[in-house]
């Protein structure tokens, strides 16, 4: 198989500037005027930042404006399969020409000087996004929000904050409100910002950063409301109501993640056909995706087979939700994590729900918990936990103990882009 341009660019990356995390806008600033200030000549900006929730409410916002016949930038992190998955250049992809020129004029302007790979891969992807045009650039914080790489945009013509819970505590801070003020960093002056629905901490301190820079505030349950009645989602804000279709995106927690779409979508002037597209047609992998074909999926016929890159206790308690939602099934997870998660708090609120799990390592990567490790956590939180060498190996040892079972892989988006090479 041949290597493209791109991968042998980013392997180069990768060696040079390894992938760590050094939470500073400094080596962006510095990047950004060595390639000509490519982020003072982007389309409009929507900034979304949050712990859970962010991807798949970029995902149903970017829907909803290209159904509105708007040409729309995207970009996201991480990728499941391949890099090119990160940039999004007016509805597609970017391709592996353009990506490979982006990457190759980052790198040749940054030289020798110290920089990390989401640093450099992001003035990369500005530098694609100012030279296409577009309506509107989609821009998903990395990590974080105040020291992020892609906080570099004066003036966004929107932020959104989707649910913050415990994440990232090494880099964010050890408290709720620590990590909400980092979130909320992302939040500029006269610049109108969506939040999702808070915990009470971290609300208290999105709203005293908002009131100092003065950002005028569109809360969940307070200036818009989402929920579902009977098979419908009911949106209502103060232009009036909404009754649209349930989001595509299965899950009881997309009710707020569409309601923060929704949300966005109005106050940058689109009509309801737009928010009904984006509900009902954004795409969005490894978010309790429904695996139905490829050597996984067929290999286990009796099976139903679900993936989700879900990784911390929001998201744990957010799975839980979708899972007690769903028709009776006996349910097993196949789960790999990485050494930076809360494990225990990842799995607690999924353990009432589970017939067992079994542990397995997420391939290629150097900070997975072992099999060993993952299942004992699953143990100490009360779930009956065994060991797989491999997915196919959990898959193929669950089928045979349960062969009309649900299974869900989950615990990481590394696992699930894993999955999802080996699934074709």
Request: proline letters at 7%; charged letters at 20%.
């Amino acid at each position: 198989m041949s290597v493209d341009a791109s991968d042998v660019i980013l392997a180069r990356m990768m060696s040079l500037h390894p992938k760590i995390i050094d939470l500073t806008l400094d080596r962006v600033w510095r990047l950004l005027a060595a390639l000509g200030h490519p982020e003072r000549a982007l389309p409009p900006v929507i900034h979304v930042a949050g712990t859970n929730g962010k991807g798949s409410t970029q995902a149903m916002m970017r829907a909803g404006l290209e159904a509105a016949g708007r040409r729309v930038h995207a970009y996201t992190s991480p990728h499941l399969v391949r890099f090119h998955e990160r940039i999004r250049l007016a509805g597609q992809l970017i391709d592996e020409a353009a990506l490979a020129a982006v990457l190759d004029e980052a790198e040749a302007a940054n030289g020798p000087d110290p920089i990390t790979y989401f640093e450099i891969t992001t003035c990369a992807a500005l530098l694609g996004f100012a030279r296409t045009p577009a309506d509107a650039l989609l821009l998903e914080v990395g990590l974080g929000g105040r020291l992020d790489a892609t906080n570099v945009i004066d003036r966004p013509a929107l932020c959104v904050i989707t649910p913050v819970s415990m994440d990232h505590e090494a880099y964010l801070g050890p408290t709720l409100g620590a990590i909400a003020g980092e979130k909320a960093g992302i939040l500029k002056p006269a610049v109108r910002a969506v939040i999702g629905p808070q915990s009470p901490a971290a609300m208290g301190v999105i709203e005293a950063r908002a009131e100092a820079v003065g950002a005028p505030l569109f809360v969940a349950n307070c200036d818009w409301q989402a929920r579902r009645e009977r098979d419908r989602l009911i949106y209502e804000d103060d232009r009036g109501l909404l009754d649209l279709p349930l989001p595509a995106l299965p899950g009881v927690h997309q009710i707020d993640n569409a309601g923060a779409a929704i949300a966005g979508l109005r106050l940058l002037g689109l009509d309801a056909a737009a928010c009904e597209a984006a509900v009902s047609r954004p795409e969005w992998p490894a978010r309790m995706q429904r695996l139905t074909r490829g050597p996984l999926a067929e290999g286990a016929p009796g099976i139903e087979l679900w993936l989700d890159g879900g990784h911390n206790p929001g998201a744990g308690e957010a799975l839980a939700a979708t899972l007690a939602g769903m028709p009776a099934r006996r349910t097993h997870l196949i789960c790999g994590m990485l050494n930076t998660k809360d494990v225990g708090g990842y799995m607690r609120p999924l353990a009432p729900h589970l017939a067992g799990l079994r542990a397995v390592s997420i391939p290629g990567e150097k900070n997975t918990l072992s099999a060993a490790e993952t299942a004992a956590a699953a143990t100490a939180a009360g779930i009956r936990a065994e060991t797989a060498g491999t997915v196919a190996e959990a898959l193929a040892a669950i089928a045979t103990e349960a062969p009309r079972a649900r299974v869900l892989i989950c615990g990481s988006l590394y696992l699930a882009g894993s999955v999802l090479r080996e699934n074709g």
